[in-house]
């Protein structure tokens, strides 16, 4: 799965970089002349509750104009529109839907993330690719350790949904909040930076690093309120082993709009009209 020609994978990219912008984003979180101080968890606990209500009371997102920048290294940058769709269930799953437009707005490519399954769609190629919808399959289909249960993460700028509330080193200074944790995978370490103001926490970076190397940095900006929730309409996205920078522009948003479910819907492509690709992250046994 990780041999797609590199238009497909710009596609691909395009309608993933939502997906990938939360697993390794952030700051340095380094900054030699800052004196920071220690801060108890309880003067903390009350940012993670606001950090908590802004996505509680999100039951829908909608973007009717996100662009995504693509810029890798020794190649010009590549430019994608984008739409999003994000509802989630009476059950409280999550849905989500982002398409990628060509230059007459028609849609040439589709992720949908429908609880227990993960759809991508490349219409002009009429193929579809479909798998259990699980923290795996993105690394099998890009070759890169893209985390799925990381998309909250990136909607609602918000990398403590995860619930890894353990083991916090938290510092201040002024309205500054330093937040630092271990990561997923073992010797990764996050940094989390939040700018309080108004007694709203807003986070500003993101950090993983796997010892001194930064695997990928990214800053959260552009906050602006919509229907009464403070959230960021843009991210910067950098991760310095593959030389790849990403910026994300999410305008036009609505929030708690009226979104039908078949938007969700995987059946339309998968008809006979389409090449079906099963992707599974099963490890293939070593051989003897």
Request: proline content about 4%.
């Amino acid at each position: 799965m990780r041999n797609h020609q590199n238009s497909e994978i710009l596609i691909l990219l395009g309608f993933l970089i939502v997906c990938a912008c939360t697993f390794y984003l952030g700051c340095s979180g380094k900054n030699t002349n800052v004196n920071w101080s220690p801060m108890e968890m309880s003067d903390f606990e009350p940012h993670l509750v606001t950090l908590q209500a802004r996505y509680n009371l999100t039951e829908t997102l909608k973007s009717t104009r996100m662009m995504v920048t693509i810029q890798e290294a020794d190649r010009s940058p590549e430019e994608l529109r984008e739409l999003l769709w994000y509802k989630k269930t009476a059950d409280r799953g999550e849905q989500l839907r982002i398409n990628v437009l060509g230059a007459f707005n028609d849609t040439k490519g589709l992720a949908i993330a429908n609880r227990e399954k993960f759809l991508l769609t490349l219409l002009d190629e009429q193929k579809t690719y479909i798998g259990e919808l699980n923290d795996g399959i993105l690394r099998e289909i890009f070759g890169v350790d893209l985390r799925v249960s990381d998309v909250l993460s990136a909607i609602f700028a918000n990398p403590f949904l995860d619930g890894r509330n353990a083991s916090l080193k938290i510092e201040k200074y002024g309205q500054i909040i330093r937040v630092t944790r271990p990561g997923v995978e073992p010797e990764h370490i996050e940094t989390i930076l939040l700018k309080v103001q108004e007694d709203e926490p807003r986070v500003t970076e993101w950090q993983i690093k796997n010892k001194d190397v930064i695997l990928q940095r990214a800053i959260f900006a552009d906050y602006s309120e919509v229907d009464g929730i403070l959230r960021a309409n843009k991210v910067e996205i950098v991760r310095p082993l593959e030389k790849t920078r990403v910026v994300v522009k999410i305008e036009q948003v609505q929030m708690n709009v009226d979104i039908k479910d078949s938007k969700f819907d995987l059946e339309p492509f998968l008809s006979d009209d389409f090449e079906i690709i099963t992707i599974s992250n099963d490890e293939p046994d070593e051989p003897e």
